[in-house]
């Protein structure tokens, strides 16, 4: 039976510049080992998915870094926006012969679909009316097709209060479209800077850790946990079944400034 492989890697928060720390890591040299990483353990991909949080602070010279290291790879990739881009330079940067900013690309009979879950200027998620009428009509379009829907943000709380803040406003309206359409097999997103998987009827919810460091799971307030660079992979097979894991690097990163602010 067909399987396609796809690799997430989420909140990869690239600098402007090669040598800039953000919390004391280097979040480019973390991006290229994640990459290199999951195509040691696991070989190539059929779909690389960037969920958001791409830069830090949203320059060209950040999406330029991204896409040269995306492009070494020569393997489809759909970038979506998380809270700290710009959906507008990315889209202009981020596309081209392997890289595109959705929303919806497709793996044999496997539909992927990128929401942009960006409120402008707010690190709360939110799912604009366009972006529900969008997704309403493509999976009216093909009732059939199993369906991945991406999104930066998670439209269920997570367990840490400080970060449900910021989860998608209208979560409400999403959950209603997940529940109505039984293709959706699987909705994933980043953002919490850890692993999650929920459940809502027929669909799993899970989040992805990021590509530089991690958040505690269930703290009140901001913390971060010890856990080195992460990402997540998915095996979707042609009858709809579907299989994912999270792995995180194994080699020692360099100690977190636990003291720095700037996140």
């Given at each position: 039976m067909q399987?396609?492989?796809?690799?997430?890697?989420?909140?990869?928060?690239?600098?402007?510049?090669?040598?800039?720390?953000?919390?004391?890591?280097?979040?480019?040299?973390?991006?290229?080992?994640?990459?290199?990483?999951?195509?040691?353990?696991?070989?190539?991909?059929?779909?690389?998915?960037?969920?958001g949080d791409l830069a830090q602070a949203p320059c060209s010279a950040s999406y330029r870094r991204i896409r040269q290291e995306i492009e070494n790879y020569q393997t489809p990739c759909l970038c979506l926006p998380g809270n700290h881009d710009d959906s507008e330079l990315m889209a202009q940067l981020l596309s081209g012969d392997w890289l595109s900013c959705g929303p919806q690309r497709f793996l044999g009979n496997w539909s992927i679909i990128a929401l942009n879950s960006q409120k402008p200027n707010s690190p709360v998620g939110l799912l604009a009316e366009r972006?529900?009428?969008?997704?309403e009509k493509m999976l009216s379009t093909d009732p059939k097709r199993p369906t991945l829907l991406a999104m930066h943000h998670p439209c269920v709380a997570s367990g840490s209060p400080w970060m449900d803040t910021m989860q998608i406003e209208n979560s409400a309206a999403l959950l209603a479209i997940i529940e109505r359409f039984e293709q959706i097999k699987v909705v994933v997103c980043g953002h919490i800077h850890q692993e999650l998987s929920s459940r809502i009827k027929h669909a799993t919810l899970l989040a992805t850790p990021s590509t530089c460091f991690q958040f505690t799971p269930r703290s009140f307030d901001f913390d971060l946990d010890g856990l080195p660079p992460g990402y997540r992979t998915f095996e979707l097979l042609a009858d709809g079944q579907w299989h994912s894991q999270c792995a995180y690097l194994s080699e020692t990163m360099p100690t977190l400034d636990r003291t720095a602010h700037g996140y």
């Open positions: 399987t396609y492989r796809v690799l997430q890697l989420t909140d990869l928060h690239i600098l402007q510049h090669s040598d800039d720390t953000l919390l004391g890591i280097d979040t480019g040299y973390s991006f290229r080992r994640t990459l290199q990483y999951a195509h040691q353990q696991h070989g190539r991909f059929d779909l690389i998915l960037l969920t972006e529900l009428v969008i997704l």
